[in-house]
């Protein structure tokens, strides 16, 4: 004091060499790992970013911290990543996503974690994943669309798309196994060996088409048709 009397200064002193050293070893896993991670606070702003998530973001940690990372990454907007992300700083809970980013033509699979200042991201470039996965999906259904030609192959004629023989003797014992009454009807062409013999198969073959396409135009839906071979038909 300046009148000259004595006085006390108090003081209290924390070592906090702990927390700055595991501050430390944090940060240097981050940086080695190879999944992405950025950190947001209260205000959605950067507060950092390791360099993977700068590399596959492709952004420079310098130019977005501190900017709010709906400004930095606008196309975020109205998606399920903006949405995931309020949420999670609202309610506290963590959420676990997967997500297509058109401006980087990837899919990433994201972990949102509530932190005590905001928000934590970490994020996995899944992009080679997904197109292995859908490369199986398309093949899955080539097979099960070829599975189904197939079966519609043995079961109709390949000239008309009428039920083949099989098929139709296979629908009719079905029918008469559970003792439905069937009515059976048997046709053929008229002189069709001279159309062939004549005109030429090709002939032949687009008379039966247009002869069997006159007889399904004229079946009810319940009504089966068939051509037996040849110019049979029933």
């Given at each position: 004091p300046v009148d000259g009397t004595s006085g006390v200064l108090a003081g209290v002193m924390v070592d906090v060499t702990g927390t700055y050293e595991s501050a430390g070893r944090i940060r240097d896993i981050l940086e080695s790992v190879s999944d992405g991670f950025y950190?947001?606070?209260?205000?959605?702003?950067?507060?950092?970013?390791?360099?993977?998530?700068?590399?596959?973001?492709?952004?420079?940690?310098?130019?977005?911290?501190?900017?709010?990372v709906w400004e930095s990454f606008p196309e975020t907007v109205g998606s399920e990543i903006e949405t995931v992300y309020r949420e999670v700083m609202e309610v506290r809970t963590p959420r676990s996503f997967e997500v297509a980013y058109p401006p980087l033509d990837a899919w990433?699979?994201?972990?949102?974690?509530?932190?005590?200042?905001g928000i934590a991201v970490y994020f996995q470039d899944i992009s080679q994943r997904r197109a292995?996965?859908?490369?199986?999906?398309?093949?899955?259904?080539?097979?099960?669309?070829?599975?189904?030609?197939?079966?519609?192959?043995?079961?109709?004629?390949?000239?008309?798309?009428?039920?083949?023989?099989?098929?139709?003797?296979?629908?009719?014992?079905?029918?008469l196994?559970?003792?439905?009454?069937?009515?059976?009807?048997?046709?053929?062409?008229d002189r069709f060996k001279l159309v062939n013999d004549s005109l030429g198969h090709a002939a032949?073959?687009?008379?039966?088409?247009?002869?069997?396409?006159?007889?399904?135009?004229?079946l009810r839906p319940q009504d089966l048709c068939a051509r037996l071979g040849g110019d049979e038909f029933v």
């Open positions: 950190s947001l606070d209260d205000r959605f702003r950067f507060t950092y970013l390791n360099p993977a998530a700068e590399r596959m973001l492709g952004v420079a940690a310098d130019a977005v911290l501190g900017t709010v990433f699979e994201i972990s949102v974690q509530p932190a005590a200042s292995r996965d859908e490369e199986r999906e398309a093949l899955l259904r080539a097979e099960q669309r070829a599975r189904r030609e197939a079966a519609r192959r043995a079961a109709h004629d390949q000239l008309t798309g009428l039920l083949n023989r099989q098929e139709i003797t296979a629908r009719g014992q079905a029918l196994d559970v003792g439905d009454r069937v009515t059976v009807l048997f046709l053929d062409l032949g073959d687009e008379l039966l088409v247009v002869v069997g396409r006159r007889l399904v135009a004229s």
